[in-house]
């Protein structure tokens, strides 16, 4: 199947810093989807990209589909303690296939105090 | 509230016996899908159902079985052939095929002794 490659695995972070995290595809994605997971619970969707470029800002988040379709940039702003928690890219490739949503492995964050 | 609903949310079950997941959702959403998250790994698709009465394997889906016979409803079972059946499992719903959106359940921590 297709490969995500979602870097970095885990940050440690200070309250107020900003966050950068990015994923990588083997091949052309038509979609990118940016999920944040709490321990022990189901992943929330966060931003919904679709098009090449494409700029999306939730709140503190922003999020950007690469202008090659094979990568994918997830920034927050001036972090604050709820923040932590995994954060997981998906994507699904140019092949059309409904089942083809592919999950990165996620990057851990931690926001200290 | 609209939403997916999954119980229970701890599972707990000796080697050896089958066990079913339940999904239920009231969004209306026509596909359903059930993913296997371990610890440090990304989601990994079981099986998903675009209508009901329908359904197709997902990556690994060696040792589970899915119905389909309402909207709402995606019972998972995970049988006595699956080999390493303790994990969390997270189901997710979707409008439709072409809609990439999925939003997620609160997941079952199955634990198998």
């Known amino acids: 199947g297709q490969q995500l490659n979602q870097s970095p695995q885990s940050m440690f972070i200070q309250e107020g810093e900003d966050v950068s995290m990015n994923c990588t595809s083997s091949s052309i994605f038509n979609t990118w989807l940016w999920y944040k997971q709490d321990p022990g619970e189901g992943p929330v969707l966060l931003i919904a990209l679709y098009k090449a470029g494409e700029l999306t800002s939730n709140g503190r988040l922003t999020a950007q589909f690469g202008i090659t379709r094979k990568d994918s940039f997830l920034n927050i702003s001036a972090s604050i303690p709820s923040d932590v928690g995994i954060y997981f890219c998906?994507?699904?490739?140019?092949?059309?296939?409904?089942?083809?949503?592919?999950f990165g492995s996620g990057t851990q964050l931690t926001v200290l105090p | 509230d609209g939403g997916i609903t999954q119980s229970p949310k701890y599972l707990f079950r000796k080697e050896g016996q089958n066990v079913t997941l339940s999904c239920e959702q009231n969004?209306?959403?026509?596909?359903m899908y059930w993913y296997r998250q371990d610890p440090g790994q990304g989601l990994r698709l079981i099986y998903y159902s675009q209508i009901v009465n329908d359904f197709q394997k997902g990556d690994i889906a060696e040792g589970y079985s899915v119905s389909r016979e309402k909207k709402e409803s995606f019972p998972l079972t995970v049988t006595s052939a699956q080999k390493n059946p303790t994990a969390f499992y997270l189901c997710?719903?979707?409008?439709?095929?072409?809609?990439?959106?999925?939003?997620f359940g609160p997941g079952t921590r199955l634990t198998v002794l």
């Open positions: 998906a994507g699904r490739d140019s092949s059309g296939s409904a089942r083809q949503l592919t």
């Open positions: 997710a719903s979707s409008i439709g095929r072409t809609n990439n959106e999925q939003f």
């Open positions: 969004l209306n959403h026509d596909a």
